[in-house]
């Protein structure tokens, strides 16, 4: 009976072991790449994670050392000399599965540190952490903290989870720059990148340091040594779909990040997008904000629209809202997936608008060509208006309103229309409209000035005196230097509204 018992609870802490094994995160910590030129600083980070990590039940922690060989193999295939494909099936050999790398860089008086945790046999990362911190202990702690949070299950559920989705890679950033700048930022961007990417992102993204052998064949290739690039095709048998390229641009004022997103079977440009920055410590914001939009454009939520105009500088509108203007021959502005109202306007010209049913992974190309406004209609409504026939100048004020769009010229038609509805006509309800149209389209101090003088002047002759006295008060208070200010002023008076 005794060995009964003893041999069920032997099997019960065997069980037990072979469970804690299971639920375990095998890990070791590689050497930190260091950009910071203090050799001190990547040998700290490696031996204070350690310590710090060492103590968790959680992980079962190889030190550097025992993985010596391995690491050696990962310097030889950054450097070019090994194929990255031997480094991938190591992890039984190991007895490790995951393997942690990270970075330390700094930007003016920051420290910016990385880390990320690798799947030693697929070269995924499956967690990662990065932050700016003012002192290098203060980031490592930062880290630390964040890595002891992880356990089995969590990895275990995200790798299952994006086992089917197409994965991507950071292939490089180059940096340009009209003067040699105080400092670099390709480099450390290309970590904060990555490091937002599988942290922020649902996309699976390829440790860097796998792809940066390639950073030598592109580098040949930019210098004309080789014609073709094969960087499309080497990823495509990494297994990676989507390669990220892009550059920083450095200018006295303003650092400029621009970034692509190229489909390695069909070496098409799937998504570019661009963004400014003027404090350079605000890079680990950006490349945050950069990692959500890659993750929107490769999960077919958002796309690259470019609109161009003749003439050239017109505004665009998207969904009545500015999007900017065609003043470089072209606009490219981001746009999520779905139907569009796209607006057109440009100084004595028609304005044009057109939906569009847009759908992501292609550049879409929108071309727009403005018509010259005619002023006959307008002619015709002042001829009509002087002549008493305010019906017919009303209609023609409509017309050349109709034709025109929200552009410029058409505020003068629908100024005049409001006056001839209100005084001549006294169709007060349409005159309140075509005063509200006014304000709602036309940001221009004095148009809308102009607009809201209207507008009280028609509460007034409606009976409103409360609608009418609000309206003038917030005319006085921001446009008081206007003319029709001075108008309302006398208004208040005579109507007794103080």
């Not at 692509?260 to 914001?285: C, E, M």
Request: hydrophobic share 40%; charged share 20%.
């Amino acid at each position: 009976m005794k060995k009964i018992i003893l041999t069920a609870i032997i099997i019960t802490a065997l069980f037990s072991i072979l469970i804690a094994q299971e639920d375990t995160i095998r890990v070791s910590i590689a050497p930190f790449d260091n950009t910071v030129a203090d050799q001190q600083l990547s040998l700290s980070a490696t031996s204070m994670l350690t310590q710090s990590l060492s103590n968790n039940t959680k992980m079962m922690l190889r030190k550097p050392e025992a993985i010596q060989n391995y690491i050696n193999l990962l310097e030889k295939v950054q450097l070019g000399i090994e194929d990255p494909n031997i480094l991938k099936g190591k992890g039984n050999a190991l007895q490790i599965d995951y393997l942690m790398v990270g970075t330390i860089g700094k930007i003016a008086d920051r420290y910016e540190l990385d880390a990320r945790l690798v799947d030693i046999n697929t070269w995924q990362i499956v967690s990662a952490y990065g932050v700016q911190a003012s002192s290098f202990n203060t980031g490592i702690e930062n880290i630390a903290a964040n890595l002891s949070l992880l356990n089995k299950k969590s990895i275990t559920q995200y790798q299952e989870a994006s086992k089917e989705k197409p994965t991507a890679g950071i292939h490089e950033f180059r940096e340009y720059y009209e003067n040699p700048p105080h400092a670099l930022y390709c480099a450390t961007f290309m970590e904060m990148l990555t490091s937002a990417l599988a942290n922020k992102t649902s996309t699976p993204i390829i440790e860097n340091k796998f792809t940066s052998r390639l950073l030598e064949e592109k580098s040949f290739e930019m210098t004309g040594i080789i014609e073709n690039s094969k960087a499309d095709q080497i990823f495509a048998i990494q297994g990676i779909v989507n390669r990220i390229i892009g550059d920083i641009r450095v200018f006295p004022d303003m650092i400029t990040v621009n970034y692509k997103v190229v489909n390695t079977n069909s070496q098409s440009i799937i998504f570019t997008g661009s963004i400014d920055v003027v404090n350079p410590t605000a890079l680990r914001a950006i490349s945050a904000h950069v990692a959500k939009i890659i993750d929107d454009a490769l999960n077919n939520k958002i796309g690259n629209l470019t609109i161009n105009t003749t003439p050239v500088d017109a505004e665009i509108y998207i969904d009545d809202t500015f999007a900017g203007t065609t003043k470089n021959k072209r606009l490219m502005v981001i746009l999520q997936k779905g139907n569009h109202t796209i607006t057109a306007k440009a100084n004595g010209f028609k304005a044009f608008t057109c939906q569009s049913n847009f759908e992501p992974r292609k550049t879409t190309e929108i071309i727009i060509k403005l018509e010259r406004i005619t002023e006959r209609y307008l002619q015709e409504a002042f001829v009509f208006e002087s002549q008493g026939k305010f019906d017919r100048a009303v209609e023609k004020y409509e017309q050349f309103v109709k034709e025109t769009g929200n552009t410029q010229e058409a505020n003068v038609a629908l100024y005049r229309m409001g006056h001839i509805l209100l005084n001549n006509l006294k169709d007060y309800n349409k005159a309140k409209d075509v005063f509200t149209s006014l304000l709602n389209n036309y940001p221009e101090a004095f148009i809308r000035a102009e607009g809201y003088f209207g507008l009280a002047q028609t509460y007034l002759a409606m009976g409103n005196k409360e609608q009418a006295k609000s309206t003038i008060n917030y005319l006085l208070e921001y446009y008081p230097e206007s003319n029709a200010a001075i108008e309302a002023k006398a208004i208040i008076k005579t109507f007794e509204l103080k």
